[in-house]
T-cell receptor, first 113, second 110 residues
Framework: NAGVTQTPKFQVLKTGQSMTLQCAQDMNHNSMYWYRQDPGMGLRLIYYSASEGTTDKGEVPNGYNVSRLNKREFSLRLESAAPSQTSVYFC????????????FGEGSWLTVV | GENVEQHPSTLSVQEGDSAVIKCTYSDSASNYFPWYKQELGKRPQLIIDIRSNVGEKKDQRIAVTLNKTAKHFSLHITETQPEDSAVYFCAASKNNDMRFGAGTRLTVKP
């Protein structure tokens, strides 16, 4: 039982390049999330998926797209990376029952130069 | 959307003292309030949570209180130890939308 697994762990991109961050969970959770973490700004919600087949914007969705591929997988895509997207990205999941405890992946360190 | 404010941003205490971190939220419909601890280079991990129908919850040296009327909640750590040093985040959740505070860096000095 690996929990939440995200790849890659580290990535350097050039401005304008595209990439996809992959995330999978093996806890049979309904809800999945993508957050970014920047110094002094906590964890900011980019997108979330309450259940398979649905996605919703969080507080900082601009420049990102997501796909809920199936119940297990939720990917985050940067179509044209910008230096402002340099950050640590965390995928997370929750069971979507009253309580909504979120479990995080280990994080992906992305640098855009 | 929900807005969560967290104070202080940094907190330094002597080992054995208590530490208190406070958060406020804006959306009265939020009904779940977890606290996460994040060590350097690691993922955030849940340490305690409280639901909107409960006013206080305690787990050993950690306690959380919730005041729904004032829309604020607090984390209390007693008898702090050096291993409590980390960044702590509060969060407020409504349905599947969970928003976090900016974090508090707690340093416990031996």
């Amino acid at each position: 039982n690996a929990g939440v697994t995200q790849t890659p762990k580290f990535q350097v991109l050039k401005t304008g390049q595209s990439m996809t961050l992959q995330c999978a969970q093996d806890m049979n959770h309904n809800s999945m999330y993508w957050y970014r973490q920047d110094p002094g700004m906590g964890l900011r919600l980019i997108y979330y998926s309450a259940s398979e087949g649905t996605t919703d914007k969080g507080e900082v969705p601009n420049g990102y797209n997501v796909s809920r591929l199936n119940k297990r997988e939720f990917s985050l895509r940067l179509e044209s990376a910008a230096p402002s997207q340099t950050s640590v990205y965390f995928c997370a999941s929750s069971a979507q029952v009253s309580g909504n405890t979120i479990y995080f992946g280990e994080g992906s360190w992305l640098t855009v130069v | 959307g929900e807005n969560v404010e967290q104070h202080p941003s940094t907190l330094s205490v002597q080992e054995g003292d208590s530490a208190v971190i406070k958060c406020t939220y804006s959306d009265s419909a939020s009904n779940y309030f977890p606290w996460y601890k994040q060590e350097l280079g690691k993922r955030p991990q849940l340490i305690i949570d409280i639901r909107s129908n409960v006013g206080e919850k305690k787990d050993q040296r950690i306690a959380v209180t919730l005041n729904k009327t004032a829309k604020h909640f607090s984390l209390h750590i007693t008898e702090t130890q050096p291993e409590d040093s980390a960044v702590y985040f509060c969060a407020a959740s409504k349905n599947n939308d969970m928003r976090f505070g900016a974090g508090t860096r707690l340093t416990v000095k031996p």
